[in-house]
């Protein structure tokens, strides 16, 4: 009987963990209720994360699979106060850009006109990201602890997406430099580091977002 109760328990973990794995998580382990009312700021940030995913995959720029894993493992290292690791995506299956755009025998010009627009786009989309968050930060308005989570996952996730995609582009441009003229090359690395600072002050901000979270939990605490 002892072991029937057992393994009936494990067996329910297993359901409500399974459950709830689509759902946004708080630290207490309750899903937020979509109805939850939001503030500004955060609506403009949950828009923002959110066309930048759906840009990103359409594009295919990013391994959305792939993505999802470092942002869930990133999430709980914040969460938990623990040091996130800088680790590039495993390249387990092609990305979807490099396998529908063949650089290696495409006009060097017109390679260099394809990354430099994709790469401003990509920009773009990180930065409006960036810009929310960093509203989100200067908020006047009280947010709840459990909101605060569900903001720092979604910053969280497009850390991962930019990262991903600069090692996309990356791979593209090595490509593009074989043949391609210097200047053209050294211009098209401009329009890359612009969008990697986009990149590392969008991971700035999610260890913002961090920080007051963790503050939120010792104010409750004290």
């Known amino acids: 009987m002892g072991k029937f109760l057992g393994v009936s328990a494990v067996a329910c973990l297993c359901v409500i963990a399974a459950g709830c794995a689509s759902a946004p998580i708080s630290i207490a382990g309750s899903a937020l209720p979509g109805s939850a009312a939001e503030s500004q700021t955060q609506h403009s940030l949950r828009g923002a994360t959110s066309r930048m995913q759906m840009v990103f995959e359409e594009r295919g ?7 999802m894993g470092d942002t869930t493992r990133n ?3 914040r969460l938990t106060g623990q040091d996130v690791e800088e680790t590039a995506p495993v390249a387990d299956e092609p990305v979807p850009y490099l396998m529908h755009t063949n650089f290696s025998t495409m006009d060097s010009a017109v390679a260099i006109a394809r990354l430099t627009t994709d790469i401003d ?15 989100l930060i200067g908020r006047d ?3 709840s602890r459990a909101s605060i989570t569900r903001d720092l996952e979604l910053v969280e996730r497009a850390v991962a997406h930019s990262r991903e995609a600069i090692e996309t582009f990356d791979v593209a441009i090595s490509t593009v430099s074989q043949t391609a003229d210097s200047e053209a090359v050294a211009q098209l690395h401009q329009h890359r580091s612009l969008l990697v600072a ?3 002050h969008l991971r700035d901000r999610a260890d ?3 920080r ?3 503050d939120m939990r010792s ?4």
Request: charged share 25%.
């Open 61 to 67: 720029w990013i391994r959305a699979a792939h993505t």
């Open 121 to 135: 786009e990509a920009q773009d989309l990180v930065r409006d990201v960036d810009l929310a968050a960093a509203h």
């Open 198 to 200: 986009h990149s590392e």
């Open 219 to 222: 104010t409750a605490a004290s």
């Open 212 to 214: 007051i979270r963790h």
């Open 75 to 77: 999430w709980m290292a």
């Open 141 to 143: 308005e009280g947010i």
């Open 208 to 210: 913002e977002i961090a």
